[in-house]
T-cell receptor, first 117, second 114 residues
Framework: AQTVTQSQPEMSVQEAETVTLSCTYD???????LFWYKQPPSRQMILVIR??????QNATENRFSVNFQKAAKSFSLKISDSQLGDTAMYFC??????????????FGKGTHLIIQP | GAGVSQSPSNKVTEKGKDVELRCDPI?????LYWYRQSLGQGLEFLIY????????KSGLPSDRFSAERTGGSVSTLTIQRTQQEDSAVYLC????????????FGPGTRLTVL
């Protein structure tokens, strides 16, 4: 079974600072996808960024980027120039390609990120 | 276009009653997923549909839980004889095809069992 661990239950930074959220995972498989989802108080789970394990290049989406270390099974999220609207729960998630979707996503416990004005 | 919608947004019920939760996926998405989010257990995957078929129902917490999908579109999650431990947010997601595609989530249904 796959597991995802987020070791930071809560983080707080000042607006405009850079923050890094950590995520590690455990799998014996080689082909998988990793995701970061954001869940604001509205409950809507929003995709932040996605990384295919076969790609060596780290994914980036505007102010969001990841540091994917496959050998270390680490997948951290960096948020640059943080904004008040970034305040939310952030979940790291994993899915196997071979499962064809049947296993769903495996989520970490989440990190509550607070951006202070 | 329209995203994933779920109804009701909130549901309060009494222990022992049956409830139905509805999910309307993004038009054209063939894969549909149900998850449960609770304080104690975090986010748990419950069941996956490809079209109208659910290949594996073992993720459902108990035999009081059932799900169906008709016409390759709307899905219903039914909980019979609700218990207090069923209180949670139930999230639905859909994706274009199978697990290779990004899942897009609905706003969830918050179920409270008194």
């Amino acid at each position: 079974a796959q597991t995802v661990t987020q070791s930071q239950p809560e983080m707080s930074v000042q607006e405009a600072e850079t923050v890094t959220l950590s995520c590690t995972y455990d799998t014996s498989e080689n082909n998988y996808y990793l995701f970061w989802y954001k869940q604001p108080p509205s409950r809507q789970m929003i995709l932040v960024i996605r990384q295919e394990a076969y790609k060596q290049q780290n994914a980036t989406e505007n102010r969001f980027s990841v540091n994917f270390q496959k050998a270390a099974k680490s997948f951290s999220l960096k948020i640059s120039d943080s904004q008040l609207g970034d305040t939310a729960m952030y979940f790291c998630a994993f899915t196997l390609i071979s499962g064809g979707g049947a296993d769903g996503l495996t989520f970490g416990k989440g990190t509550h990120l607070i951006i202070q004005p | 276009g329209a995203g994933v919608s779920q109804s009701p947004s909130n549901k309060v019920t009494e222990k022992g009653k049956d409830v139905e939760l509805r999910c309307d996926p993004i038009s054209g998405h063939t894969a549909l997923y149900w998850y449960r989010q609770s304080l104690g257990q975090g986010l748990e995957f419950l069941i996956y549909f490809q079209g109208n078929s659910a290949p594996d129902k073992s993720g459902l917490p108990s035999d009081r839980f059932s799900a169906e999908r008709t016409g390759g579109s709307v899905s219903t999650l039914t909980i019979q004889r609700t218990q207090q431990e069923d209180s949670a947010v139930y999230l639905c997601a859909s994706s274009l095809l199978s697990g290779r595609d990004t899942q897009y989530f609905g706003p969830g249904t918050r179920l409270t069992v008194l």
